[in-house]
């Protein structure tokens, strides 16, 4: 079968070629893994490499200081302070070892692996309110994270880059799946919210009759949710499939025509360029900060209740706005540091560097797969523990979902961005935290989140702390 036509650049023809010739002796993913090609890093190497990545890893003195200060009961304040410094630098090696592993994975393994690592913290936190049962918080949360990554951060992420330059643009092969993924994701929220609404569980006045919610009737939801489960899942495998490797002959090696010119210079980038540990390192790297990030991240957590506790704050705004910009805030830290260095670089410059005309979107990926993979496995994780975890989450926060998904969907459907349009985000996100600082909720989604039976629920009534 010939291959005329299908690459655009010919200096990319003999490089397929060399590459797929020794590919009978074994796999081409453990080929590029075992760093075929590059340059050896060896132990010691990487092990200088880790400890003097960045200045940010003195601050890794917070982990035992934060753990002492839970054990000992300095104070809620103080243990949620350092805790907060001690996920600052676990963070930092996420994101860099995150690209370290994407040298060696390619640059769709790695991306997946970018956007794992930076949904660690939030991902964590939603299972730690699993297991505490606070179900209702939890899908607050979820929320709440989705929003802040649809809209805060992009947001601030167009407004900063955008700045300087006219317009930036996207990757528009991956904008394109990302409406789609995006738009399922959401939809998949409503329909719950809609059949709850259907039911007919109303009384003659026209408001919900709360006796008409049952034990079987959240079984039923229950059934719903977890085939939902299991359909976004297989979503977002498929997708993460087609992006690796797309259907067609050298598609996964093939530029596309209409890809900037911007992505095809930090892809060759990607390939030219060096990694500073091994990948066996890399790995050892990310699974202790895992481990340290779990453990600070269950202390953070703890510290920060008091303020919902102390302070008269309703409980959607604790989980739409404050645990996920908390969750995020260590991630937040690193960036707003980078971005004052930069600027004063610029300032006091007299040649400013070059303004990036490739938009920074990867906070809608971390917004897509908490939807598509972590919403849905912690739905699957509370069937495994039996925790009554559904997907009919309170109208208001699906209203707000569903509004966020069209405003994102609309600024980035041409692949391109500019200022103005990451300020129309920040201020959505604005109108958001201010209605949800005097929502009170739903409660018979409270109800129906009770991890008692719904008769108990009704009779005691729904603890929100619980």
Known sequence: ?????????????????????????????????????????????????????????????????????????????????????????????????????????????????????????????????????ELKLLQSTITGVVLLHLLLIPGTAFFTGGARIWEQQLHPHRSQLNHTLLTVGVLALTIPAAFFAATDTNNNNGSKNATAITDKVRDDFLRISRGFAVILLVIYVGSRFYLHDPPGANNASTPRHDIPEEVLRREQELEEAEPEVNPWACLILLAITVALMGVTAVFLVDSIEFVRRRVDIEEEWFGIILLPIVSFSAD???????????????????????????????????????????????????????????????????????????????????????????????AFYAMIGLSAWYYPGQNEVRIMDACTSIALALVEGVDDSH
């Open 1 to 133: 079968m010939s291959s005329q036509g299908s690459t655009p650049n010919k200096e990319l023809l003999p490089q397929t070629v060399s590459k797929a010739l020794p590919l009978t002796s074994s796999h081409p993913f453990w080929q590029r893994f075992s760093g075929r090609n590059r340059r050896k890093v060896g132990w010691w190497e990487s092990a200088k490499a880790i400890f003097f990545v960045s200045w940010i890893n003195s601050y890794l003195v917070f982990i035992p200081i934060s753990w002492v200060s839970h054990f000992n009961e300095w104070g809620h304040g103080t243990t949620f302070a350092f805790c907060f410094l001690a996920i600052v630098p676990l963070q930092k090696l996420f994101d860099w070892g995150g690209e370290q592993m994407a040298m060696y994975l390619g640059k769709d393994l790695g991306d997946l692996v970018v956007v794992t690592l930076n949904n660690a913290v939030e991902a964590t936190l939603a299972i730690i309110l699993l297991f505490r049962c």
């Open 332 to 426: 937040a830290t690193v960036a707003i540091t980078f971005f004052i260095r930069q600027s004063l670089k610029a300032f006091f410059n007299d040649k400013p560097q070059r303004p990036e005309s490739l938009a920074q979107a990867r906070a809608i990926d971390m917004s897509i797969q908490f939807l598509l993979f972590w919403m849905p496995f912690v739905t699957l994780l509370g069937w495994w523990t039996n925790k009554p975890m559904t997907m009919l989450f309170d109208v208001f926060e699906v209203t707000l979902l569903v509004g966020a998904c069209f405003l994102v969907n609309y600024v980035t459907a041409d692949a391109k961005t500019n200022w103005a349009e990451g300020t129309i985000l920040i």
